[in-house]
């Protein structure tokens, strides 16, 4: 629909501004945005630079926050060629997802020596047979101890972007590498909601998870490294997918804040007698801490 494809490109191109302007927090909201409006169309293609913008946003509002970094403005100089790239391929008439997918890689590749250290830039070299093996080797071990997803306390999505974002930041990567980060940041969000919101008993509940999480866990690695890659669509799709059950439980539920939701589930309900008692008593005490000797 036009109408759809005017307002998401109307996005981009505020999100873009956003960018120009280092306001990565508006930029971010209007990664959101693209998403959201993806969804009202069914916009496979044009809901893809929302999610790449989204992680652009992300990166810059790091680099703000590290303690020692190199100037924004020359992250920026490299980064702004990609952020206009992604508005010039989404206002094709033909997007092509290949290309928004190569693009993405060959930014995510430039990007590092903006978040390594003097030291890591002197220690590591470039070596991609490692990060591949080191990639498939955390999936499987997420699919063999799936079943830790099921306790509140995990950040088991979160340990494996930490490693999968360490390893190809120190040591590069091939595109294949890329779409396993994209795939798991996108599980990671959805995750979040699942658990929260099907969490009883300090428990998640299991049957949820084999229908929401666990058949992604199980083909993960097969999504992100194919024998043969012949296309990008079949990716592109599963992101969407994932992507599109995390906005509806954005719909849903709003923004969960996961820590402060889990420690209200988990809070102990006294008794209304005990509860007076217990007023009665630090009443008294604070009435003898108090008193003037």
């Keep these: ?42 916009v496979e293609d044009l809901f893809l630079s ?20 190199a100037p924004l403005s020359t992250a920026k100089t490299v980064a702004t060629k990609y952020v206009i790239s992604v508005k010039e391929f989404t206002s ?24 390594t250290s003097e030291t890591e830039k002197r220690v590591y070299s470039d070596n991609a047979v490692f990060t591949h093996h080191s990639f498939k080797w955390l999936m499987r071990y997420l699919k063999d101890h799936k079943e830790i997803l099921q306790d509140p306390k995990n950040f088991f999505f979160k340990g494996i972007l930490n490693e999968f974002e ?32 099907n969490a009883h008993d300090g428990k998640i509940d299991e049957d949820i998870l084999k229908k929401s999480i666990y058949p992604y866990v199980e083909t993960m690695e097969q999504l992100a490294y194919p024998e043969k890659r012949e296309q990008f669509s079949d990716v592109t799709n599963v992101l969407w997918t994932i992507t599109k059950q995390w906005r509806e439980l954005f719909l849903q539920y709003m ?4 820590v402060k939701a889990i420690a209200v589930q988990r809070a102990i309900e006294l008794p209304a007698e005990m509860k007076a008692k217990l007023t009665e008593s630090v009443s008294k005490t604070l009435e003898k801490e108090m008193k003037v000797e």
Excluded at 51 to 57: I, M
Excluded at 92 to 115: C, E, H, N, P
């Design 1 to 42: 629909m036009e109408s759809i494809s005017q307002a998401i490109k109307q996005d981009i191109s505020a999100a873009v501004i956003a960018f120009d302007q280092d306001d990565f927090s508006e930029m971010n909201m209007f990664a959101n945005r693209i998403m959201a409006n993806a969804i009202f169309g069914e």
């Design 50 to 69: 929302g999610f790449f913008l989204k992680d652009v946003a992300g990166l810059f509002l790091n680099l703000r926050a590290m303690p020692k970094s």
């Design 92 to 115: 094709a008439g033909t997007i092509d997802v290949k290309v928004l997918w190569v693009a993405f890689y060959q930014f995510s590749r430039d990007m590092r020596k903006f978040l």
């Design 166 to 197: 360490r390893i190809f930041r120190n040591y590069s990567g091939e595109l294949d590498d890329v779409l396993a980060i994209s795939l798991f940041r996108a599980l990671d969000r959805l995750y979040d909601y699942v658990a929260v919101v």
């Design 255 to 258: 923004d969960i804040e996961r």
